[in-house]
């Protein structure tokens, strides 16, 4: 018998799932609203923060230390592939430019899971080492909880960044004009890397969530991509907002499936989801 | 062979017949027969995508998924009818057809860029992937199920050669005839023309009183019969089918390549591709394995970002260019890169 209380423990892993979900979905959605460049690597780059920061950790690193140093190795990262691979991306207009981001990204994330296989090729975890909590008659994991609070705060903190500093609201404009936002003397390349770190750093933090809940290996990257590929079919591609909520409705659909009716089916549910809002509003998609 | 009705007919016939010679100096070896029935398999699948994306701009990301669907309906069928699978065959070819054909038609009929059809269909082949997995009790999970259907042991014995030889025969025949079927579409019937119109301006196409929405799902339909049958052919090479034999890695991304390499809407684009793809996943085999996966990928953005057009094309364009002018104005790739913001 399912007791409420198994219901209102399952809602919080339901919304710590959702959290990893609308950080990457954030991720894909802030590229592909600056640049049209549909990020389908963003699953390597949570992976290899998580993977980083299990392997300084094993060096005797500090849990907090290890965590940031994976961040900022997968910012450094982003930023290479961005003045790099992306560079000539954005070299093409239009329709070509997304046709172009799509396929440079898949081939980018096939050499990386290629590449990381030969090296780590376990599954790593990064337990936090925090109690279950007791709330009333029901008991809650620690790491589900923290994993929303955290979520909660970096995505306050980013629409605080976009909405109220220059830079941001910079970003914006580029966002809705990208010619406006040339005459007045931004430069758009330069606010695209700025933003790509940013969501490879975000989607990171999203690797590193889930690799505190459960564990995490290469061949999870592209399961990652395709999750963010779903949340910012569902939320509207250009939507920050709308990837949030999506993320946090996705993975409580999830979770209450995945008890429910099984793994399998679950995932079938996420899929089919995405292709419902493919068919119904295909307009998201479209630039 | 009559030439007239079938243009390309006759180079058609010297390929084939190169790939009817082509394992006889290797007969007794089951590798090389092997790397000489994926070069065929993946030039089936390349000729799928050739028509679908190559000539109607609908890019399909869920061959493998479809391939997948193909290959468990023939065994299933052939299972729970007590059929023989040439019946089994065709009713997968059928369903994957039905299957691709709704995708197009439903694209087509909601106006989906290439982009839109690409992201729908790279989910359903998660959606197939996962299937495959998860109905344990038709798939046999990821553990899979013996394949060995066609009883092509038989034949196998009675001629005196190992089944992997029968079986390069089959998948040559299909092959052979999927290329007829191309050159007919393609280059003599209404529909080849139609498509190239429907490609060049779609809006101009339908004003001439082309029906788009029908033309792409035929083109759907097509490829999609095409691909069950390169589905079920692979998972018979592989002599037993699990579901990791269809994912968007092992299928789509090769096939890709493929198609890329050989020359997107060149006749033969497929087999050449086909053939340097083998060739390279036979020498990493020997000397690399283990980085195959990152190999493909970077080949992936090394030919998106240079070679569109092919490598092929790409080589007889600087070939041309010593022979005939050092220097000159060459060609170059006239795309629409006309910004229409």
Redesign the interface.
């Known amino acids: 018998m399912v007791t409420v209380s198994t219901l209102a423990a399952l809602a919080v892993d339901g919304l710590a799932f959702g959290a990893s979900l609308a950080l990457l979905g954030v991720g894909i959605t802030l590229v592909y609203g600056l640049g049209e460049v549909?990020n389908l690597a963003i699953g390597a780059f949570a992976v290899i923060a998580a993977i980083t920061a299990a392997l300084l950790i094993d060096r005797g690193m500090s849990l907090p230390i290890a965590i940031l140093a994976g961040l900022a190795f997968v910012g450094v990262f982003g930023l290479l592939v961005d003045r790099t691979?992306l560079s000539?991306?954005y070299r093409?207009?239009?329709?070509?430019r997304?046709?172009?981001g799509?396929?440079?990204t898949?081939?980018?994330?096939?050499?990386?899971?290629?590449?990381m296989?030969?090296y780590v090729s376990s599954r790593y975890s990064l337990p936090l080492g925090i109690s279950p909590i007791d709330v009333g008659a029901t008991v809650v994991t620690g790491t589900s909880v923290v994993s929303i609070i955290v979520t909660a705060v970096i995505i306050a903190v980013l629409f605080l960044f976009l909405n109220r500093t220059f830079l941001g609201k910079a970003t914006r404009t580029i966002f809705q004009d990208?010619?406006g936002a040339r005459l007045v003397g931004i430069d758009p390349r330069k606010l695209r890397t700025l933003v790509f770190v940013l969501s490879a750093v975000v989607a990171g933090l999203a690797g590193i969530l889930a690799a505190a809940r459960s564990n995490v290996s290469v061949a999870n990257s592209?399961q990652f991509t395709?999750f963010a590929?779903?949340v910012s079919?569902v939320g509207g591609i250009r939507s920050l907002v709308g990837a949030v909520v999506a993320g946090l409705v996705l993975g409580l659909i999830n979770t209450y499936a995945n008890f429910f009716v099984?793994s399998?089916?679950a995932?079938?549910i996420l899929?089919?989801a995405?292709?419902v809002f493919?068919?119904v509003r295909?307009e998201v998609?479209?630039s | 062979m009559n030439t007239e009705r079938l243009p390309g007919a006759r180079s058609l016939a010297l390929v084939g017949i190169l790939f009817v010679i082509a394992p006889l100096p290797v007969l007794g070896s089951g590798y090389y027969i092997g790397v000489l029935s994926r070069i065929l398999l993946f030039a089936l699948f390349a000729l799928a995508l050739n028509i679908v994306f190559g000539h109607n701009d609908q890019l399909f990301l869920f061959m493998g998924g479809l391939g997948g669907v193909g290959a468990y309906t023939t065994a299933l069928v052939a299972d729970s009818f007590g059929v023989t699978p040439w019946i089994g065959l065709p009713v997968a070819a059928l369903l994957c057809g039905v299957i691709a054909m709704s995708v197009s038609w439903v694209s087509a009929r909601r106006r989906f860029t290439v982009i839109l059809i690409s992201i729908l269909t790279l989910n359903l082949q998660l959606v197939f992937s996962e299937a495959f997995i998860g109905a344990r009790d038709l798939t046999g999970g990821s553990t899979g199920f013996p394949y060995e259907l066609f009883s092509l042991s038989g034949v196998a014995e009675a001629v005196g050669v190992p089944t992997a030889v029968v079986l390069y025969y089959l998948i040559l025949a299909f092959l052979l005839a999927g290329m007829v079927l191309y050159l007919w579409l393609i280059k003599s019937s209404r529909y080849g023309i139609a498509f190239e119109a429907i490609r060049e301006d779609e809006l101009a196409a339908e004003s001439i009183g082309i029906d788009v929405v029908r033309y792409k799902a035929i083109a759907g339909f097509i490829a999609g019969v095409l691909i069950a049958i390169a589905g079920t052919l692979l998972a018979r090479e592989a002599s037993y089918i699990t579901p990791s034999i269809f994912t968007f890695l092992a299928v789509d991304v090769i096939a890709l390549i493929v198609l890329i390499v050989g020359g997107i809407r060149r006749t033969y684009g497929p087999i050449v591709g086909a053939i340097i793809v083998e060739v390279i996943e036979a020498a990493l085999g020997t000397y690399a394995a283990n980085w195959r996966t990152a190999i493909f990928g970077g080949l992936l953005i090394i030919l998106f970002l240079y070679f569109r057009s092919g490598v092929i094309v790409a080589a007889e364009d600087l070939l041309e260019d010593w022979d005939i002018s050092l220097g000159g104005g060459n060609g170059g790739t006239p795309t629409e890169a006309d910004a229409e913001s």
């Open positions: 549909l691979l000539l991306v093409s207009e239009g329709e070509e997304i046709l172009l799509i396929f440079t898949l081939g980018l994330t096939v050499l990386l899971e290629g590449v296989v030969n990208e010619r592209f395709t590929l779903i079919i099984g399998y089916f995932t079938i899929f089919g995405a292709i493919l068919l295909p998609m479209s």
